[in-house]
Structures are given as structure tokens and as C-alpha cells.
């Protein structure tokens, strides 16, 4: 089985930790709204830090933000955010905090507006990259170019999360094709 580059290079826990994510979420499409929220939130929470730091910590952010309950997040007040601000089993930072929160209530008028989120990212899943960044950067709080691009190809929406030659690409291919032939 040939695994994307970076897999290989892996080796005990830490190829354990990352090889689950490689095979079990990167790149599979995603239609629940709660958990398209969780990804947003987790890759938002990963700039400027290692993705194996945030991988290390993603139950500990299911846990402090209430298993990615969107309308629970977004009615999150100052006791919310002092608690979320003294939590060691996440990343304390109080700008990717406040977007949490915000993202979330831009989420809950999505939601209205689309029907839900997912609706919302396949009406928009003809953008090229540029358009997706700037739709983003225009709705979403602490959404920079790398964040936005990585989110959409961790839910399959861009290419680009697989090797040519990865076994899970074509795992993802066969899904897609056949949530499109259920269409």
C-alpha cells in the first residue's frame, strides 16, 4: 500500500496519530453541520501551531466546545470564554476563541439563510480557490488563505489532500462517486 509521502516518513504514535486522520477523515466529504464546524474550528485553531498539536487535542476541543454543538457555541458568553481561556486541553487563545463563537453564530444564519452549512459550501463548490478565500475571509472570522484552502480539501471539497497514488484517494473518489449517483 503506497500512503501519501508525508505518512512514510511517520514513525510510532506519531504515525499512528496522523495515519488515522489520513485514513479516516482527510479529504472525505462532509455534510454534517456540526461536524463541518468542528473541522472549521480545529483548522482555524491550528495556525501558526503543528496540525499534529491540534490532532493531540481534538477530543479535549469536542469536550470544551460542547461536541461542536453550533447553536450551543454561539450562545457562548463571558463565563464561556474564561472558562474556554483556562482550559490546558486546548489552544487558549483569545482571537481564535472569539471567531469560534462568532463562526458559529455566521454558521446559525447560513443555516437559515441555505438550509444548513453544507448546502451552503456545495452552492459555492464551483468557486476556484481565490473566490472561496475571499467568501471566507467576507463571512468568517480568523479565516486566512491557508486555513480556508486546507479546510475545504479536509472535507473534500478542493483537491488536493492525496497523493495520485494513495490508496484512501481512491476510497474518497468511490464515495463521491457514489453520493453523486444518489443525487
Not at 128 to 150: A, D, N, P, R, Y
Request: with cysteine; aromatic share 12%; hydrophobic share 40%.
Amino acid at each position: 500500500m503506497s500512503y501519501c509521502s508525508y505518512i512514510k516518513t511517520l514513525s510510532g504514535l506519531r504515525r499512528v496519530l496522523h495515519q488515522n486522520y489520513h485514513d479516516r477523515c482527510y479529504g472525505f466529504p462532509l455534510h454534517d453541520d456540526h461536524e463541518l464546524f468542528g473541522r472549521l474550528l480545529l483548522e482555524i485553531n491550528q495556525a501558526g501551531l503543528s496540525w499534529e498539536t491540534i490532532l493531540k487535542k481534538e477530543s479535549n476541543f469536542r469536550r470544551a466546545y460542547d461536541s461542536f454543538d453550533i447553536s450551543k457555541v454561539a450562545a457562548y458568553g463571558q463565563a464561556d470564554r474564561h472558562r474556554l481561556l483556562a482550559d490546558a486541553g486546548i489552544i487558549r487563545h483569545r482571537l481564535k476563541i472569539e471567531a469560534a463563537i462568532q463562526n458559529a453564530q455566521v454558521i446559525l444564519q447560513l443555516q437559515q439563510e441555505w438550509g444548513s452549512f453544507a448546502q451552503w459550501l456545495q452552492e459555492h463548490h464551483a468557486c476556484t480557490q481565490e473566490e472561496w478565500i475571499f467568501l471566507f475571509k467576507k463571512k468568517f472570522f480568523f479565516t486566512g488563505s491557508s486555513t480556508v484552502l486546507e479546510f475545504l480539501m479536509s472535507i473534500g471539497l478542493l483537491p488536493g489532500a492525496h497523493q495520485d497514488d494513495c490508496p484512501i484517494k481512491e476510497k474518497i473518489e468511490k464515495i463521491k462517486s457514489q453520493q453523486q449517483s444518489t443525487i
